[in-house]
Nanobody, 115 residues
């Protein structure tokens, strides 16, 4: 299984970005998919998660109301729409997939938000 994240970049505070995670097989086969982020010197934390079929969606409190996770099953892609970005959102963002007890990670994409 390969996960390819893209869409990161450098933006000003208040602007938006959309991250994409392209998966090498049908995302319908995964129990859940999500986005994590890791800021310099900090641990990797969950940002948003979506269950198979999109029945359950959860967000970290710090991004609620600003970020939206979604999936496009025919395109095997999961998105993270990030609005009203803040400098504290600066981090490397990683796509994650869980299948039974297996975890899959993609290479990260850097998001830098300047004030």
């Amino acid at each position: 299984v390969q996960l390819q994240a893209s869409g990161g970049g450098s933006v000003q505070a208040g602007e938006s970005l959309r991250l994409s995670c392209s998966v090498s097989e049908s995302i319908f086969t995964f129990d859940a998919m999500g986005w994590y982020r890791q800021a310099p010197g900090k641990e990797r934390d969950l940002v948003a998660i979506i269950s198979n079929g999109g029945v359950i969606i959860n967000y970290d409190d710090s991004v609620k109301g600003r970020f939206t996770i979604s999936s496009d099953i025919p395109k095997n892609t999961v998105y993270l729409q990030m609005n009203s970005l803040k400098p504290e959102d600066t981090a490397v963002y990683y796509c994650h997939a869980r299948q039974s007890s297996l975890d899959y990670w993609g290479k990260g994409t850097l998001v830098t938000v300047s004030s």
